[in-house]
């Protein structure tokens, strides 16, 4: 079990918005920034948001991120088809003292 | 731009050692405002943080790895390296290395990854 909990799979139309929720507790996500990676098939996962909610270069301003509490959300606007990808979001757990990752959400754009 | 590159052996047996290398191309290794991962994904499942360590050589673990983890760091040739004991089939994965910002939590960027498989 993963110490970030996401929800298994997540769907919508192409042009809609997508939530993907990160769900984790005082000592990782309350504690420290969260960071988002986007996975296509067959890549290796991309860094999508840093800092809870900035975007390294090239990243396009539909995806944003952002944090509240022990809880962090991605979301996705104007969806397209190559955003069909599994999407992780990652912390620090201060009592772990380790890294630590969701366990993937996987986005299907109908 | 920074790159890395996983390097090492698609195929092990249970019980044997694990021995992967990271080279680092376009930027050094010997830089104080970074980490150098790596983590594991297992076919079909999610990402699993194993270790960082440090230019220094300072390092840390998963606890759940930490027992058969050793991440060690070679400045002369902007490489690092991961050593894992007692491998099984559990430990059947893509191996990927990641450079980690010491003082936030994101990596960026990241190896292609490499596959290990553990059998018999």
């Known amino acids: 079990q993963s110490v970030l909990t996401q929800p298994p799979s997540v769907s919508a139309a192409p042009g809609q918005k997508v939530t993907i929720s990160c769900s984790g507790s005082?000592?990782?996500?309350?504690?420290?920034?969260v960071s988002w990676y986007q996975q296509l098939p067959g890549a290796a996962p991309k860094l999508l948001i840093y800092?809870?909610?900035k975007r390294p270069s090239g990243i396009p301003d539909r995806f944003s991120g952002s944090k509240s509490g022990t809880s962090a959300t991605l979301a996705v606007t104007g969806l397209q088809t190559g955003d069909e990808a599994d999407y992780y979001c990652?912390?620090?757990?201060?009592?772990?003292?380790?890294?630590?990752f969701g366990g993937g959400t996987k986005l299907t754009v109908l | 731009q920074v790159q890395l590159q996983e390097s090492g052996p698609g195929l092990g047996k249970p019980s044997e050692t694990l021995s992967l290398t990271c080279t680092v191309s376009?930027?050094?290794?010997?830089?104080?405002?970074?980490?150098w991962g790596w983590i594991r994904q297992p076919p079909g499942k999610g990402l699993e943080f194993i270790g960082g360590?440090?230019?220094?050589?300072?390092?840390y673990y998963n606890p759940s790895l930490k027992s058969r983890v050793t991440l060690s760091v070679d400045t002369s040739k902007n490489q690092f390296s991961l050593s894992l004991t007692s491998v099984t089939a559990a430990d059947t994965a893509v191996y990927y290395c990641?450079?980690?910002?010491?003082?936030?939590?994101?990596?960026?960027?990241w190896g292609q990854g490499t596959l290990v498989t553990v059998s018999s």
């Open positions: 800092e809870n909610n």
């Open positions: 005082s000592s990782n996500i309350g504690a420290t920034y």
């Open positions: 990641a450079r980690r910002r010491a003082d936030l939590n994101w990596f960026d960027p």
């Open positions: 376009g930027g050094s290794i010997n830089n104080r405002d970074y980490y």
């Open positions: 990652g912390t620090w757990d201060v009592s772990l003292r380790t890294d630590v």
């Open positions: 360590v440090y230019y220094s050589g300072d390092t």
